[in-house]
């Protein structure tokens, strides 16, 4: 069963800037796409952004051009640099496996990273 570790989340003032970084228990060159989520107090979770094998990435509208997924298969890691935080960006974020064709995870969650974004 693949695990992740969630980290780089904290407090930051709205207009800052966060690396998450996600790291996975097995080789991320066999991982097809994985994808970053967060869900918010009293929200369900949400796709953020996601990354193919090839690198093809795609993200949320309301994160678009703010925020950028990256991934390392040498160390087995998936980035989310995040730059013009919002308030509404505030969320527990985690990554996971994603099916492309619908951005949905597919494996169990780790113990995210909250991010957390004052006005």
């Known amino acids: 069963q693949v695990q992740f570790v969630e980290s780089g989340g904290g407090l930051v003032q709205a207009g800052g800037s966060l690396r998450l970084s996600c790291g996975v228990s097995r080789s991320t060159v066999s991982i097809n796409a994985i994808g970053w989520y967060r869900q918010a107090p009293g929200k369900q979770r949400e796709f953020v952004a996601g990354i193919s094998s090839g690198g093809t990435t795609n993200y949320e509208d309301s994160v678009k051009g703010r925020f950028t997924i990256s991934r390392d298969n040498a160390k087995n890691t998936v980035y989310l640099q995040m730059n013009d935080l919002k308030p509404e960006d505030t969320a527990v974020y985690y990554c996971?496996?994603?099916?492309?064709?619908?951005?949905?995870?597919?494996?169990?969650w780790g113990q995210g990273t909250q991010v957390t974004v004052s006005s």
């Open positions: 996971n496996i994603m099916l492309r064709a619908t951005s949905r995870p597919v494996a169990s």
